[in-house]
């Protein structure tokens, strides 16, 4: 049976191409509903106040970079959203006095404009977020080598072979309003995916890359950072792949409800726990890495309720 034309963006695949069943049962679901669906592999856990869920997230890096000595480098993937986090993480290492000499960093996206990544200057650059929210706070005494801290460049090849001799203990990220962990977004619906999306076996093999923005992913950009002018939001940009997630030895994703909506991580959450994996809700894909775990800032689930607001 043909799949279903997306209601949101007819030459793309995404989650409204999915069989309504899956998306009604979504719906239905209630926080409650949320927390059972726990499972081997997949961890849900939720946090009481903001306070409590930033706190949570940064001290993954702490502990991630607490591991790394000489004979063990040891690094964390984070993203450029949330970041709450970012000065957090700052005020830890240097209250903590943490020395980062043998610790690591992997930034998960950046722009790419005219051919190569945006530099530091660019209002939107996510290298200038991550080293004015933290790096750039820490005391010099604890800083992380700058050739520890990896950004995707146009070249992906040095950021690719970065994640070969280090062990990345966990990824970070948030939930896009396509349904994407970075900037994993489903893809056009042309060539030999017109009728189908990628299988997930195939998605799974592409690295960091040069990837074009889904419509959604430029709409929910420009609401979060733009205040919905679209036309300042580029089409592309460099993202961490698959391939690279699958090193990470668990992969953390923070619902803050920001960024996803009630509705999106329900149908993300039912998925992943029932191993429902499908390319065109590429965080679904995350049903069969070995250790998942997402994190729910309860006031932020909200109801997929319809009414007048």
Not at 13 to 40: F, G, H, K, P, V
Not at 108 to 123: A, P
Not at 163 to 168: L, P
Not at 188 to 195: A, I, M
Request: net charge negative; hydrophobic share 40%.
């Amino acid at each position: 049976m043909a799949r279903k034309i997306s209601m949101l963006a007819p030459d793309w695949w995404d989650y409204t191409t999915l069989d309504d069943e899956i998306l009604n049962d979504a719906a239905e679901l209630t926080a409650e509903d949320l927390q059972a669906m726990s499972r081997e592999g997949f961890q849900v856990k939720f946090y009481d106040t903001v306070e409590d869920f930033y706190l949570a997230e940064a001290l993954e890096y702490i502990d991630a970079w607490k591991q790394a000595t000489a004979d063990n480098p040891v690094g964390m993937c984070g993203p450029a959203g949330p970041v709450e986090q970012l000065p957090l993480v700052a005020r830890l290492v240097n209250e903590f006095g943490i020395d980062l000499t043998n610790a690591h960093f992997w930034a998960m996206d950046e722009w790419y404009i005219d051919g190569k990544e945006v530099d530091e200057t660019y209002s939107l650059s996510f290298a200038k977020v991550d080293l004015d929210g933290c790096f750039n706070k820490i005391d010099k005494k604890f800083k992380m080598p700058k050739e520890n801290i990896h950004f995707p460049k146009a070249n992906v090849d040095e950021y690719i072979n970065s994640w070969n001799n280090v062990r990345c203990t966990v990824m970070q990220g948030g939930q896009g309003e396509i349904k994407h962990w970075a900037f994993n977004d489903p893809l056009r619906r042309e060539g030999k995916y017109k009728d189908a999306p990628p299988s997930p076996d195939e998605y799974r093999k592409l690295t960091t890359r040069i990837v074009e923005l889904h419509p959604v992913t430029l709409m929910q950009n420009a609401r979060t950072s733009g205040g919905g002018a679209v036309a300042s939001v580029p089409v592309k940009a460099l993202t961490v792949g698959p391939d690279e997630t699958w090193k990470s030895e668990k992969v953390s994703i923070w619902h803050g409800g920001m960024h996803d909506n009630p509705y999106g991580i329900r149908l993300t959450t039912l998925m992943i726990s029932k191993k429902i994996a499908d390319s065109s809700v590429p965080m679904s894909l995350l049903a069969d890495h070995p250790n998942v775990q997402f994190n729910f800032y309860r006031p932020a689930i909200g109801t997929c309720k319809v009414k007048v607001n």
